[in-house]
């Protein structure tokens, strides 16, 4: 996949036509992918996992430290990344199709967990929200970040 960016003014996003759905350089992936606009793209940046278990510490009245476990906690994934929304001063579709694949991912909507591919490892998780950031009209980009909480973890 030939993916070239240009973070200035006067940008360049190059990417290759080799497939439908989002993805970087093929270290993350998401499925159901995200669609791609007419001429634009989702590029997933990094996907954070944060591993917790549930516990209480505690200290007695003679100083003793006591900590309980209870279970494996749900745990969070977040999928980052950025939206090239096409050529300069335009807006390209790429934020709908990223909003209608949260509308119809999320954990409300569809029952279905999705599946997050990071490298050698895959996670399956839930869609429970959204987040976009701030758009970069010089750059025609936006960040968004997808929030998850895990359902099963393969290593």
Known sequence: MALAIENCKGHLHVFSDE???????GFYAVEPAIP???GSKALILGVPLEFQEIVQPTTTLDDKRVLYVFGTAWNNISLSGILLLGEQDTRGDQLTKLI????????SESKESVRVSLGTAAVDAYVTGLRL???NPKTNTQMFSIIMVTADVEA
Request: negative net charge; charged residues 20%; glycine residues 24%.
């Open 100 to 107: 209608s694949w949260y509308n119809e991912n999320r954990v």
């Open 36 to 38: 791609d606009g007419q």
């Open 19 to 25: 497939g439908e759905g989002s993805g970087s350089s």
């Open 133 to 135: 950031g701030q758009a």
